[in-house]
């Protein structure tokens, strides 16, 4: 309907900015609220819980050419299929049109059974976002997603540093089809004055992004790559700098004590190794690779 609603307005000159304002407000709704007839939707991805009773559908819904396409997010349980209505967690904008699989805007995950964490470009166009669907409940959080296209790995680290904002998450789609996602921590600093610059670095490949290489990048002051601690999961990830020190919490992960916070301390320079802590006395110890 808001297709036809358009193409008449187009060739109807005389109408009034009242109705127009209201034929694109009828285009609008039928991004989320057209019925199966008018609109159609193209599974990107799938993501399932652990417990396996739902999954995450990330889809195209396609409108008809005057509308446009739309990214949109649902959760079913998952002996349903997805049909033919628009998402019910989370719709915007696409500006990848029906080539959603390479669109960067947009990151979701299961944070745990019942948890959704739904990440999105600060400037993109938001027409719905739920922030529980029966029993899942579900976080946003803004990202900056670089303009620039950048493929290779020292060039997207040194566009971080250079943009010098602490605790934005970048996400860059490499030319392989894999992504990188790159966050500047801030500056540690010894007794003696030096000054180390620490980024977190997670890799998403493999089938649908769902292997993971995580890593604590570490810079000088002028930016030169000094080597890495690798990380074998990204929930053992820094989440912060504090007090001149890498802080390690345990709150998104559900095997550890989210009590229980580890805190690194560069006072004498890069650390050789480090014990990051869990629950108790376990943990694991993450060695520096220098470059």
Known sequence: MAKYLLQFAQTTRGASQYIYKAILLATLMCLVGCTSDLCSNQVIKEKINSSKNYKLIYF??????TTGNSNQLSVIPIDEELDDNHGNIFISESNSGSNSEI????VFEWLNDSSISVKYAKDLKIFKKENKVGPINIVYENIEVPQSNQINGEDIRSQVLTKNKIGHKYIFKMEDETT??????G????????QYKIMN???RWGLNGNRATSRILVFSAGNQYLG????TIIDDLPTSIRNNS??????ISIDCDPETVTS?????GIPKEFFRKCKGNSGDVYIFEPE
Do not use: H, M
Not at 60 to 65: L, Q, S, T
Not at 180 to 185: A, E, P, V
Not at 189 to 194: D, L, Y
């Open 180 to 185: 990188t996602q790159l966050k500047y921590l």
């Open 103 to 106: 669109d960067r805007e947009i």
């Open 264 to 268: 690194l301390s560069f006072n004498n």
């Open 228 to 231: 890495n601690f690798p990380i």
């Open 187 to 194: 500056i540690l600093r010894t007794t003696k004055g030096a």
């Open 246 to 251: 890498l802080e390690f919490t345990n709150k």
């Open 201 to 203: 670095s997670v890799w």
């Open 60 to 65: 195209d819904r396609d409108c008809g050419a």
